[in-house]
């Protein structure tokens, strides 16, 4: 099998470490590192984080490093209130001695890149959270973006509604600044509320979870506990909305979602701050610069996941999906 190679940029919270688990699972990738971005909480608290994760995956090969502390222009908000103070749901696992986060995922990034564009290959970016350092690479290091293959990007919306405001999803709201630089600079696979929002975990989902993989399946009741709260509170969900691992699925199975191309603006200032603002009709006439994903089956997603993740085949998790799922 011909690995692609991948960077994933993130920020870890609940769902990035369930998209994290997702991709060391998956054999279609060569992750060449981790950077962290201020977002979910704080950069270094992240790096933590992901940490725990490799270690709990057996992949501590695998570097960490720490990347921007704040956004670009407007001032750091955090979303710990989603995602506990430790980020993990206030599971409180230890931390990582063995190893330790690396600096400068920015300088990580354009040498990395650098390097694949000389020997005539290329990576591509799984951005999981604010875009910060991504749009510091386009600043500081333009001459590396010929070795992106690609960037898929989970954030922004269509036709849902935000989570931080009307109109705007919480990375991009977080830092509009970056995502804006991004979508003018690169072609940007969207992977937003519009789909993302279909992929719950219910109570139901979990229970089979830990059932058929208890030492995973303990982890990720232990993590999304306190984000089970924070839906019931905030949208009336009965489960949580884990919208990372979509973005994971999608890079490695294009099946999994649809949508189109479009030109797509991030707004930067006002009541629509952070809002990705979608020429669907091409209002503006500009090249196209982004797919936006506008539907997902959300039932193959859970095998997907499943699969890799918990280690339960596709024919053995039907079955059961079915009869806890809800069919649209």
């Not at 509320?193 to 979990?206: G, K, Y």
């Amino acid at each position: 099998m011909d690995k692609r190679k991948v960077i994933i940029d993130c920020d870890p919270g609940i769902d990035d470490t369930l998209a994290l688990m997702l991709a060391l699972r998956s054999p279609e990738l060569d992750i060449l590192g981790i950077s962290i971005v201020c977002g979910n909480v704080p950069t270094k608290k992240g790096a933590e984080n992901a940490l725990k994760v490799l270690k709990w995956m057996n992949r501590l090969d695998i570097p960490v490093y720490l990347g921007e502390e704040t956004p670009l222009v407007r001032p750091y908000v955090d979303a710990m209130d989603t995602h506990g103070e430790d980020g993990l749901g206030e599971s409180w696992y230890d931390c990582i001695t063995s190893v330790r986060p690396k600096e400068n995922a920015v300088q990580f990034l354009a040498d990395t890149l650098n390097e694949v564009k000389n020997n005539n290959d290329n990576i591509s970016i799984i951005a999981l959270g604010p875009l910060t350092n991504i749009a510091k690479l386009i600043q500081l290091h333009p001459e590396c973006l010929d070795g992106v293959d690609e960037i898929v990007s989970m954030g922004g919306a269509y036709k849902s509604h935000g989570n931080c405001s009307p109109v705007a999803e919480y990375n991009y709201w977080c830092d509009p600044d970056a995502a804006k630089i991004v979508f003018e600079n690169m072609f940007v696979h969207m992977v937003g509320l519009d789909v993302t929002r279909e992929i719950v975990l219910t109570p139901s989902i979990l229970e089979y979870m830990c059932n058929v993989n208890s030492k995973i399946g303990e982890i990720i009741k232990k993590i999304t506990r306190f984000y089970f709260d924070f839906h019931w509170k905030q949208e009336g969900v009965i489960g949580c909305v884990i919208n990372d691992p979509l973005a994971v699925a999608y890079f490695i199975d294009r099946t999994l979602c649809d949508g189109f191309s479009t030109y797509t603006q991030i707004e930067t200032q006002g009541i629509s701050l952070g809002q990705s603002v979608i020429d669907a009709y091409d209002f503006y006439k500009k090249e196209k610069n982004s797919y936006v994903l506008t539907t997902t089956d959300a039932f193959a997603f859970m095998q997907f996941f499943f699969e890799r993740v918990v280690e339960v085949k596709k024919e053995e998790s039907a079955p059961v999906l079915k009869q806890i799922m809800v069919q649209k």
